[in-house]
Each structure stands twice: as C-alpha cells, then as structure tokens.
C-alpha cells in the first residue's frame, strides 16, 4: 500500500526515477541516528546525463532549475532506497548545491531553487531546509548541476 507521500507524488504527476549505483569508492548514502546524509546526484535521467554544461555560458537560470529539480528527485529516489517508506522522513535539513558555473554567472541562488521547491512540493513545510548554493569551475561529467542532501527520519 502506498504511503501519503508516494499518493502526493502521483497526484503531482512524479515518478521518481530508479536510484542509481555509486561509480566510484563511496555509497549512496549513510545513516547516522535520525539522519540520512545522500551523496551527489546529478542530472541523471533514465541513464541519461541531462544538462551538460555551464550555467550563464550553456544555460540559462530557468534551465538551470530544471537541471536542479532533476537533481532533487533523484536525491528523494536515493532516499527512498535507503528508508523504504518517505513518510519515514520528518524533516529535510539540508541541501548543498554545486552549479557548475562561467566565470560571470552569480546566480546560483536562483538555480538551486528548482530543488528547493521540489523538497516543500514535496513534503510541505517538512521539506523547508537550510541549504548552500556554490560555483564552481567544473562538475563530474560536465553536468551543470549536483547536489547532496541531509535528511531526518523516524
């Protein structure tokens, strides 16, 4: 039986994708306590890199929010890997955001808030998190967007 979160992701048209493997030396992710910490997800979709490329030189902030919505809910898919049921989860702590950047581009802020929104469409007032939104020069397989994730659970 379907839990109260996976009802509300169908009734707002989500599927989650399949939570992928590690290709590297690390986990997807530990639990420590009440907390579920994700590694990085990027713009991965059907085992298919999306968005690959800089943001102010490839993309554009809208673009970019897509890229990071695309990041959030394959961080939700790690977590639900991980915890089994999301109404498991009390609380999104904490987002940290990387958004592969051109030199000029200061509008990280604004891009991160695709993933940010998806968190509160998600789990409501439960989704509202602390979070960090950096530049940086280059991401793993050129994509234009990563993110990590802290979680609390029961």
Same mark, same amino acid.
């Given at each position: 039986?379907?839990?109260? &979160?996976?009802?509300?992701?169908a009734?707002?048209g989500?599927?989650? /994708?399949? +939570?992928?493997? /590690?290709?590297?030396? $690390?986990?997807p $992710?530990?639990?420590s306590?009440?907390? !579920?910490?994700? =590694?990085g997800?990027?713009?991965?979709?059907?085992?298919?890199l999306?968005?690959?490329?800089?943001?102010?030189?490839? $993309?554009?902030v809208?673009?970019?929010q897509?890229?990071?919505?695309?990041?959030?809910?394959n961080?939700? #898919?790690? *977590?639900?890997?991980?915890?089994?049921? *999301?109404?498991?989860?009390?609380?999104v702590?904490? *987002?940290?955001?990387?958004?592969? =950047? #051109? /030199?000029?581009?200061t509008?990280? /802020?604004? !891009?991160?808030?695709?993933a940010?929104?998806?968190?509160?469409?998600?789990f409501?007032?439960a989704?509202?998190?602390?979070? =960090?939104?950096?530049?940086?020069? +280059? *991401?793993?397989l050129?994509?234009?967007?990563?993110?990590?994730?802290i979680?609390?659970? &029961?």
């Amino acid at each position: 039986m379907a839990g109260k &979160i996976d009802a509300h992701l169908a009734d707002l048209g989500i599927t989650l /994708p399949t +939570a992928t493997a /590690p290709v590297a030396n $690390y986990v997807p $992710y530990v639990i420590s306590g009440k907390l !579920v910490h994700i =590694s990085g997800q990027i713009t991965m979709e059907n085992g298919e890199l999306k968005f690959v490329g800089k943001l102010g030189a490839d $993309y554009d902030v809208e673009t970019g929010q897509k890229a990071a919505r695309l990041c959030a809910l394959n961080l939700v #898919a790690q *977590l639900k890997a991980a915890i089994g049921d *999301l109404d498991k989860v009390t609380r999104v702590v904490k *987002l940290n955001a990387f958004v592969n =950047s #051109a /030199p000029d581009f200061t509008d990280q /802020p604004k !891009v991160v808030n695709g993933a940010s929104n998806t968190m509160v469409e998600i789990f409501g007032d439960a989704g509202k998190h602390a979070r =960090s939104a950096v530049g940086v020069a +280059a *991401l793993p397989l050129g994509v234009a967007v990563e993110i990590d994730g802290i979680f609390e659970v &029961i």
